[in-house]
């Protein structure tokens, strides 16, 4: 899908807002005529606020300095440009701490031993107003008292008013998802071809730019981008301490990357920075990440299963090795060109630092199955020569082939001393990397996480200097020196499909009185309703019908009464008798013609074509509705 050009910014007006706020409840977090709001909320809103008008006065600024020709006047305005464009980075730098903390969703419980996770903030929209151009859309196009359908605009209006603040929970998300799904209703009704001076205007979620459009696509991105942030924010409050947290946690990261890859292969010419096909592709290998370092955590929270010997070890090994190369590549795509001066730094720091902290547990781990087994004597030959292939086939493709096989106790003891060695040098790599960053320094469990297992390492060297009998002279100059080793885990962190778009019935449809969507769209230009009273002739009434849902005259005989009364071929059966048969079956139009005696009463309208596609089923990225065909075979066809 495409976005639609994009116009320049848009104010918020204080009388929408009023106007709306007046609007019922929808599930959003709402307290009389205010919005409640936690204060991360209304900080975060205060600043995209003051951001959008930063916009605009830079925008008058470049616009006077363009026009003016007085020295005088474009040194003023060549002023007025530097002083607005230095409060907007202000600014900006502002919001992207905020809406980057790691600190935010987190888990209040077991502070001490969960290291937090990185999740995002909600994209911020302006109050839209809907219920006036789209009431003016109905009488105009469809021809019917737009009046008629006040109830469904106002539901449709105080649903988007509470997509704005949605609860941080599954309510929360399921009103994401049901609007998600009404828009897919909303596009076709409204939106195909058509223009109503509706302007959506969102916020980017990191440095609060607005983005302005007229399109519904947009408008759908955004709220599907913000189904992806909650299940970040799910993930990350998670109580990580115990199984099925750890094990909810996974599921809620997967279904962030999820929506994020849905979104990098469904839309494109994105308008707005965070849904640009590299920020969706950061995104989404950042959920990853975190997902297979609790998908670790799982497996750490079984102490029993970390007495496992030489085996284990090799699988802990290449299973935080697995980890450390997500990471490496989250922090990669972090350090793009795109993303330069975009992501706040504490991200960028905090994926590198686990990237060194996963890649010292790893070292570890092989040093330990190294100096494990070399501590053996109870194997046989056979066993020995294949743990010794198991230790060596742990090593990335790129360097098993240049070392040498392990071939006696030294050669095992000499590496396990530096994978040891490199284990202590990227845990302080990692911890530097830390006290480095003014927000995270300030995370005393991050620190304390960190610091600890580098005491794990330390502390099997000391027992390695008190045997006094193994050389523990540097093996590496730095870290990168030691082999890698190949990451494997046992389980495999993928990005989850969410069922925003699963079955939507027509009775979803708010619009649904308009008739059945196949044909009631906006891409067909349509008549006004028109009703005809038909004598039976000698020969019947003269009209044939097809089709379901809506029922179709498929053929009108010259000369008959049917075409007396100016019964067209492709004119729609809308009532029958004073019956509407909008939605009603062939058999049942037929009953009910069959029953007029020897007058009938149909009410018709026609349409012109605009284009063929808005009658073929739905794409594989919208919602699949239920829908009876209206172009029923010759079979179908009924004279009368």
């Not at 960028?348 to 190294?370: E, G, I, M, P």
């Amino acid at each position: 899908m495409s976005f639609s050009p994009g116009t320049s910014m848009a104010a918020g007006g204080g009388e929408m807002e009023e106007k709306m706020t007046s609007i019922r409840g929808y599930g959003g977090d709402l307290s009389g005529a205010a919005t409640m709001r936690t204060k991360v909320q209304s900080k975060r809103q205060s600043l995209n606020g003051q951001i959008s008008k930063e916009m605009r006065m830079l925008e008058g600024a470049e616009n006077l300095l363009r026009a003016s020709t007085n020295r005088k006047a474009r040194e003023t305005a060549a002023l007025e440009l530097t002083f607005h464009e230095s409060n907007l980075e202000r600014l900006q730098s502002q919001l992207s701490q905020l809406n980057c903390a790691v600190t935010i969703y987190q888990h209040e419980g077991n502070k001490e031993t969960r290291v937090p996770m990185i999740c995002l903030g909600l994209k911020e929209t302006d109050p839209v107003e809907v219920i006036v151009p789209l009431e003016r859309f109905v009488t105009k196009h469809y021809h019917v008292d737009g009046s008629a359908y006040e109830e469904a605009l106002t539901e449709l209006a105080s649903m988007r008013m509470a997509v704005r603040t949605p609860k941080r929970n599954e309510e929360g998300l399921e009103l994401l998802i049901d609007y998600v799904k009404q828009l897919y209703f909303v596009e076709r009704r409204f939106f195909r071809n058509q223009k109503h001076g509706i302007v959506f205007q969102w916020y980017d979620s990191i440095q609060g730019l607005p983005t302005a459009q007229q399109s519904i696509t947009f408008e759908k991105a955004s709220v599907i981008f913000n189904i992806g942030v909650l299940h970040s924010q799910f993930a990350a409050k998670q109580d990580r301490s115990t199984s099925e947290g750890v094990e909810k946690a996974v599921e809620e990261f997967e279904k962030a990357a999820g929506m994020f890859e849905y979104l990098n292969e469904k839309f494109y010419n994105a308008p707005s920075p965070d849904m640009a096909p590299d920020s969706l592709h950061m995104l989404s290998a950042l959920m990853l990440a975190q997902a297979q370092e609790c998908l670790f955590e799982r497996r750490s929270l079984d102490t029993e299963v970390l007495e496992g010997g030489v085996e284990l070890a090799i699988e802990l090994a290449q299973e935080t090795a697995r980890v450390a190369d997500l990471y490496e590549k989250t922090h990669l795509s972090m350090g793009a060109s795109p993303f330069k001066g975009y992501i706040t730094r504490s991200w960028v720091t905090l994926a590198k630092a686990k990237d060194f902290h996963f890649r010292a547990l790893s070292r570890y781990y092989t040093a330990a199955a190294h100096l494990d087994f070399a501590d053996e004597t109870d194997m046989t030959g056979e066993e020995i020569a294949s743990m010794r292939d198991q230790l060596h086939q742990m090593l990335a493709n790129n360097v098993r082939a240049e070392m040498r096989p392990i071939m006696s106790v030294d050669d095992q003891t000499d590496r396990g001393v530096g994978h040891l060695q490199s284990s202590i040098l990227l845990h302080r790599d990692a911890l530097r990397l830390l006290r480095s960053d003014g927000e995270l320094k300030k995370l005393d469990t991050l620190i304390q996480v960190f610091y600890q297992d580098q005491q794990m390492a330390l502390n099997k060297q000391g027992e390695l200097q008190e045997q006094a009998t193994v050389d523990l002279s540097p093996r590496f100059n730095t870290a990168a020196e030691a082999p890698r080793i190949d990451g494997i885990a046992p389980r495999e962190s993928g990005p989850l499909s969410v069922d925003v778009f699963g079955n939507a019935p027509d009775s979803h449809d708010l619009f649904y009185k308009l008739g059945p969507l196949s044909l009631f769209s906006s891409a067909n230009d349509w008549t006004g309703s028109r009703t005809a009273e038909i004598q039976r002739g000698d020969a019947g009434f003269g009209f044939a019908i097809r089709g379901n849902a809506p029922v179709l005259i498929c053929s009108v005989d010259v000369g008959s009464p049917a075409d007396v009364a100016s019964i067209k071929k492709d004119d729609v059966v809308m009532a029958v008798n004073g019956q509407a048969t909008l939605w009603s079956t062939h058999a049942e139009v037929v009953d009910l013609v069959k029953k007029s005696g020897l007058s009938v009463s149909l009410t018709v309208t026609s349409f012109t074509r605009v284009r063929r596609s808005n009658v073929l089923p739905p794409t594989d990225d919208s919602p699949q509705i239920k829908r009876t065909s209206n172009g029923g075979s010759i079979e179908d066809a009924m004279q009368y």
